[in-house]
């Protein structure tokens, strides 16, 4: 499933959609350069759950809890990230449960320690205000929402 957006706000909407189409809860990891827009989809999804506040990447504390009443998102950035064995004193296992939505910036930093992901979104620069978005399914439930965002 490919998306162009032309605009923040057109690709927090995709974000939106695609805490929809996986109903709430998931794993979805986020391939892309420096300012492809990683953070603005996960603002995205947020902003679905009603939050209003500022969504940062967690660079330094590499994951950001939010424990909304519509739900609990985790937002990592593991950007700094020197080794993915750090990932074991983040106790990862606690974030990566059913109910909820985890959203993975700079995944290939956290290589054989993350579960594997639902939706996998690679994110392009095209343009001043032009980003490429590409997803992909992992697991059966991905393959389910991709599904549900292809109607
Ligand atoms: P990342 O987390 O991948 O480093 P960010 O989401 O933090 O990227 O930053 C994306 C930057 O690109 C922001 O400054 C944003 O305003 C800008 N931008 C311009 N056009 C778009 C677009 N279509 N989608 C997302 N961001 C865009
Ligand atoms: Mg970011």
């Known amino acids: 499933m490919d998306y162009v957006t032309q605009s923040d706000e057109a690709t927090e909407a995709v974000g939106a959609q695609l805490f929809n189409a996986l109903k709430g809860s998931g794993i979805v990891f986020l391939n892309g350069d420096l300012g492809a827009g990683k953070t603005t989809l996960c603002r995205g999804v947020l902003r679905a759950l009603g939050y209003t506040g500022a969504v940062k990447s967690p660079t330094f504390t590499l994951v950001e809890p939010y424990e909304l009443a519509l739900g609990h998102v985790y937002h990592f950035d593991l950007y700094r990230l020197g080794h993915p064995d750090e990932l074991n004193y983040l106790g990862v296992d606690e974030y990566f449960h059913d109910q909820a939505m985890c959203l993975v910036e700079w995944s290939q930093k956290g290589s054989g320690l993350l579960p594997k992901p639902d939706l996998e979104v690679t994110m392009m620069v095209t ?18 929402a991709l599904a549900g965002l292809r109607v």
């Open 127 to 144: 343009g001043d205000t032009e980003r490429r978005l590409s997803v992909s399914a992992q697991t059966l439930k991905g393959q389910a």
